[in-house]
């Protein structure tokens, strides 16, 4: 019979449930960092997001993050922006919906920043194809 030299399985690992339901504090950002939205996740730890100030990111989860908190698109999130390449980010900290209306509700995000939203959408003239309406004369004729 081996004898187990580790600290447990994965029911262990599984069974840490770090309840983050608490009250925080809210984080605003400092100089160096952004907020943004998600727009896609891209799988190993990236995900691609829409920053405020307008440039689209590819940003890199970090291993504090990884696997505890899950990022889906539309999520508001805090990013770290780098020196050397403006087009990557490190993302510090995900807002749950309710900071996430209060970073709104502060100014600190747009009002054009759609929250609980999933994936954001520019094209918003096509918005009324879904429903067709008929008149008693179409149904007659058919």
């Given amino acids: 019979m081996p004898k187990n030299k580790g600290k447990g399985g994965k029911n262990r690992k599984r069974g840490k449930n770090e309840a983050d339901d608490e009250k925080r504090e809210l984080v605003f950002k400092e100089d160096g960092q952004e907020y943004a939205q998600v727009l ?20 890199h989860i970090r291993g504090k ?18 020196d ?23 100014g600190e995000l747009p009002e054009n920043t759609r929250l609980n939203e999933g994936i954001i959408d520019d094209e918003d003239d096509g918005g009324g194809d879904d429903y067709i309406e008929f008149e008693d004369e179409d149904i007659d004729k058919i």
């Fill in 65 to 82: 993050m990884h696997k505890k908190v899950w990022i889906a698109a539309g999520d508001i999130i805090l990013v770290g922006l780098r």
């Fill in 40 to 59: 896609r996740m891209l799988g190993n730890g990236r995900c691609e997001a829409m920053c405020i100030d307008g440039t689209k990111r590819l940003c």
């Fill in 84 to 106: 050397y390449q403006d087009d990557k980010a490190d993302v510090i900290l995900k807002y749950m919906p309710d900071e996430a209306r209060l970073l709104k509700a502060y």
